[in-house]
């Protein structure tokens, strides 16, 4: 069974950074992509960012582009989002999650099989 492995989480004031990584506990052959999805308290959990395995095409949330930067590193078989410029309303628990199979619909959840177990982000004003 594959398990995704985040961290790097924590508190951050607002204007700051974080990095946050997430590692596979074993290689998986056939991801196509991987994404951060967070969830704030009392809302849905919503699409961060994403990245395709082959040619590292990247995809992001309005919310946070120019500000958020994924990057893979494909030997390690881990995931990385860059989180610049953070604001309190980024604050949320991040997860980051891998899809198997071809999909253009980087943004639903659904698409993706399999998730971590998430890593808090709060930003203080």
């Known amino acids: 069974q594959v398990q995704l492995v985040e961290s790097g989480g924590g508190l951050v004031q607002a204007g700051g950074s974080l990095r946050l990584s997430c590692a596979a506990s074993r290689r998986i052959f056939s991801i196509y992509a991987m994404g951060w999805f967070r969830q704030a308290p009392g809302k849905e959990r919503e699409f961060v960012a994403a990245i395709r395995w082959i040619g590292s095409v990247t995809y992001y949330a309005d919310s946070v582009k120019g500000r958020f930067t994924i990057s893979r590193d494909n030997a390690k078989v881990t995931v990385y989002l860059q989180m610049n410029s953070l604001k309190p309303e980024d604050t949320a628990v991040y997860y980051c999650?891998?899809?198997?199979?071809?999909?253009?619909?980087?943004?639903?959840?659904?698409?993706?099989?399999?998730w971590g177990q998430g890593t808090q982000v709060t930003v203080s004003s």
């Open positions: 999650a891998a899809a198997p199979r071809f999909t253009q619909r980087y943004g639903l959840a659904d698409e993706y099989d399999y």
